[in-house]
């Protein structure tokens, strides 16, 4: 009887090992997923078996129970997180688990690009469809000041330009919130360790000098000279003569060619008629315009004109200067418009 009793318990545990070993087998095998993926999404407030039972439908899990036992026993039944998830070939049912719990959801881009205006921002966010548009216009005027700035913030040029990454239903405010926090910290950092004796008296001011910068240079090497430029007409008390000024005054109303009659607009932003900075940034500025402004190049030039190349010709007197507009830009058709 001893022995009889003794074999049964053992088979009962070579059954239990048995058992186990298949089930484990069985929740470590690949998954039934094709080889595009599979994209789920899984609701607030799903439990376990919801999902194995959403993933059975899809012909992806064949045992769902097994699967949801599994999550309950692990103790995680309860921690899977909502979101979108793409499953790939090769995803096992514990790796499925893991993944859901760690709430590795699918993550979308938006590229914010330097020299983008504020308008343009928006119409990027807007046509994105994974995101929740949840701005109007109206909201325009007072978003600094929801994303944590001061009041009465105009938004054009605080945005970080680099690429975001976002899950699907992610809302327009919280991706400019991280593209916000990350323009301030770097604006910040970049102050403190600014060059000395600028004619610039706050962080913002550099801001809007950086983003006439960004617009003006067509190649990096010349962030530092334009800069250097500008900082010694503000030095001077010269008027910047900055045409991408002219043009965000102009606004859609511009035809690809300043005229005349646009050099004299009136517009706070037209610096052929203002002295000192605009009122705001006109776009985006890239890091390294940024930081070309607070270290600019040490340079005496006061001009300087288009080649024709993406490159320019700097001067430091107005009749060098001029003698560079008849080189490079009098073509017999359209005198140029001197910096």
Same mark, same amino acid.
């Given at each position: $009887? ?17 058992? @186990? ?32 039972? &959403? ?18 026993? %692990? ?9 979108? +998830?793409?499953?790939?070939? @090769? ?16 993550? +979308?881009?938006? /590229?914010?690009?330097? @020299? ?5 921002? $928006?119409?990027?966010?807007? *046509?994105?469809?994974?995101? %929740?548009?949840?701005?109007?216009? /109206? ?6 000041? #929801? ?5 009465? $913030? ?17 809302? %327009?405010?919280? !991706?400019? #919130?991280?593209?916000?926090?990350? $323009? ?8 403190? &360790? ?6 610039? *008296? ?9 983003? !006439?910068?960004? *617009? =003006? ?17 503000? #030095? ?6 900055? %045409? ?27 610096? +052929? ?26 340079? *005496? +030039? ?7 190349? @993406? ?8 009749? =060098? ?16 418009? =001197?910096?």
């Amino acid at each position: $009887m001893r022995r009889l009793l003794g074999l049964l318990a053992l088979f009962a545990v070579l059954a239990v090992v048995l058992v @186990g070993v298949g089930v484990w087998r069985t929740l470590d095998a690949p998954l039934d997923i094709p080889a595009g993926g599979v994209l789920i999404t899984v609701p607030s407030g799903a439990a376990a078996g919801d999902v194995a039972l &959403q993933l059975q439908r899809e012909n992806v899990l064949q045992h769902p129970r097994l699967w949801t036992l599994y999550a309950r026993l %692990d103790g995680r039944a309860g921690q899977i997180k909502q979101g979108e +998830y793409r499953l790939n070939p @090769g995803l096992t049912s514990l790796g499925l688990l893991d993944l859901l719990v760690a709430g590795k959801t699918v993550q +979308y881009p938006l /590229t914010l690009i330097d @020299g983008w205006t504020f308008r343009q921002i $928006m119409q990027a966010l807007n *046509k994105d469809p994974h995101i %929740d548009h949840t701005l109007k216009p /109206t909201d325009y005027a007072d978003l600094i000041h #929801r994303l944590g700035g001061p009041k009465n $913030m105009s938004p054009e040029g605080w945005f970080y330009p680099n690429t975001y990454f976002f899950p699907d239903g992610a809302t %327009d405010v919280s !991706i400019l #919130r991280r593209a916000y926090d990350a $323009m301030r910290k770097y604006l910040d950092a970049q102050w403190a &360790q600014r060059a000395s004796n600028l004619p610039l *008296k706050t962080p913002y001011q550099a801001l809007i000098l950086a983003s !006439i910068v960004e *617009k =003006e240079t067509g190649s990096a090497s010349e962030r530092p000279l334009i800069a250097g430029v500008f900082i010694n007409r503000l #030095r001077k008390g010269m008027r910047l003569q900055s %045409d991408p000024t002219v043009i965000y005054a102009v606004g859609r109303a511009y035809k690809g060619r300043i005229t005349y009659r646009d050099l004299r607009n009136g517009s706070p932003y037209n610096t +052929y008629v203002h002295h000192g900075l605009p009122p705001t940034p006109i776009a985006i500025p890239s890091p390294a315009a940024i930081h070309a402004v607070l270290h600019p190049a040490h340079t *005496k +030039y006061l001009y300087f004109v288009a080649m024709g190349n @993406g490159m320019h010709a700097f001067s430091r007197t107005y009749a =060098e200067q001029e003698r560079a507009v008849i080189k490079y830009q009098l073509d017999g058709k359209t005198p140029a418009r =001197e910096k």
